[in-house]
């Protein structure tokens, strides 16, 4: 069975740091460039990071750029968010999702049910 | 940034009966357009990529349409199972980005 499973969500202090992981199985991890999607309680839905299905390339959103760093081991066949420096504004349900290319640039076939992070004092 | 804006906000439709959502993106994304559905509690689930072809296991009553600026997702009969809210996303220029969601609900 295909599947993406996240964890590491916890509360956090704003200015905290945080990793997340998304163990991946079911089909050829490093074929495949992967995205971390967060959603914000009751909002749509935000692409935050990319990376290229050999970690050669890895693209943001300006809202995470010089905070955030994807990250991949195909050897574990697992993805990576460091999250540092975070904000109230990053509350929000993390999903890692699986490209349908290998450089990034496609739909998002495979999404995990999500990590939950909250930053508050 | 390309800005992607759905419409309506909010679709009331009667089981049985035809939807139909639209997508306008602020400048061209090609046939680099997919669409999404999620319930509530749930992960997004594709269902439409490079605008009309139908993700796997994907019922035959969803399709897209659309090039350039101008996208729909039409539900042909609507089963109960599809009450939920329906994203569009580009992914034809960095960032990604996604609209802001129609929900689809019971009339």
């Known amino acids: 069975e295909v599947q993406l499973v996240e964890s590491g969500g916890v509360v956090v202090q704003p200015g905290g740091s945080l990793r997340l992981s998304c163990a991946a199985s079911?089909?050829?991890?490093?074929?495949?460039?992967m995205h971390w999607v967060r959603q914000a309680p009751g909002k749509g839905l935000e692409w935050v990071s990319l990376?290229?299905?050999?970690?050669?390339?890895?693209y943001y959103a300006d809202s995470v750029k010089g905070r955030f760093t994807i990250s991949r081991d195909n050897s574990k066949n697992s993805l990576y968010l460091q999250m540092n420096s975070l904000r109230a504004e990053d509350t929000a349900l993390y999903y890692c999702a699986k490209g349908t290319g290998d450089t990034g640039q496609d739909a998002f076939d495979i999404w995990g049910q999500g990590t939950m992070v909250t930053v508050s004092s | 940034e390309i800005v992607m804006t759905q419409s309506p906000a909010t679709l009331s439709v009667s089981p049985g009966e035809r939807a139909t959502l639209s997508c306008r993106a602020s400048?061209?994304?090609?046939?680099?357009l997919a669409w999404y559905q999620q319930k509530p509690g749930q992960a997004p689930r594709l269902l439409i990529y490079g605008a009309s072809t139908r993700a796997t296991g994907i019922p035959a009553r969803f399709s897209g349409s659309g090039s350039g600026t101008e996208f729909t997702l039409t539900i042909s009969s609507l089963q109960s199972e599809d009450f939920a809210v329906y994203y569009c996303?580009?992914?034809?220029?960095?960032?990604?980005?996604f609209g802001q969601g129609t929900k689809v609900e019971i009339k």
């Open positions: 996303q580009q992914y034809n220029n960095w960032p990604v980005t």
């Open positions: 400048q061209s994304v090609s046939s680099n």
């Open positions: 990376i290229s299905w050999d970690g050669g390339s890895t």
């Open positions: 079911g089909f050829t991890f490093d074929d495949y460039a």
